[in-house]
């Protein structure tokens, strides 16, 4: 009898629960126009393939040619421990901003010394990579106004 009630309580619920999902996304599809706000990024919005973050941890520990030195050799272990405090973490940044960020050193629009050098050989493939890596660590992001 308990074990009746309660199954018919749990069919109730779970009919219930179901019932809130198919209104909740039909409201998602209605308010929001291709994907919705949670929808997972099918490709990045600066024209990249889709990263990998294995091949991306790879070559951020190769040194680079313009400066013998690798992504982590600047900006520290997954990117959160920088040798210098006014270089920026990249840990869980996002992998977007990360990617737009090297294709404009590499384009020159975005110009620095040391990182200019280090994206210009870059692939696209490789600045996804790399994005994908640096975007899947632990964000440490902290703001920089005050330390340059
Ligand atoms: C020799 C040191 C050095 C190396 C090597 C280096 N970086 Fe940087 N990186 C910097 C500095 C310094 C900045 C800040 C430059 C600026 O102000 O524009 C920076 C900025 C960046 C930014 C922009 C971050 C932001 O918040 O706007 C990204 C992305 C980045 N580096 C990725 C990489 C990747 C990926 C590699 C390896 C391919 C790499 N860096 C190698 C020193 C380095």
Redesign the pocket.
């Given at each position: 009898m308990t074990n009746k009630t309660n199954t018919v309580k749990i069919s109730a619920a779970a009919l219930l629960a179901v019932i809130i999902v198919a209104a909740c996304s039909g409201g998602e599809e209605a308010g929001h126009t291709a994907g919705g706000a949670n929808a997972a990024p099918v490709s990045s919005s600066a024209g990249l393939p889709s990263g990998r973050i294995g091949p991306g941890e790879e070559?951020?520990a190769v040194k680079?040619e313009a400066?013998g030195?690798?992504?982590i050799?600047?900006?520290g272990s997954e990117g959160n421990a920088p040798i210098?405090d006014?270089?920026?973490k990249?840990g869980g940044?996002y992998a977007d901003?990360?990617g737009h960020?090297?294709q404009q050193?590499r384009s020159g629009e975005?110009d620095?010394a040391?990182?200019s050098n280090?994206?210009k050989g870059?692939t696209d493939q490789q600045i996804a990579d790399?994005s994908a890596y640096?975007a899947s660590r632990e964000s440490q992001l902290r703001d920089l106004h005050k330390v340059h």
């Open positions: 070559l951020a680079g400066t030195q690798s992504c050799d600047c900006h210098d006014t270089y920026p990249l940044q901003y990360l960020a090297l050193y975005r620095h040391l990182m280090q994206a870059l790399l640096f």
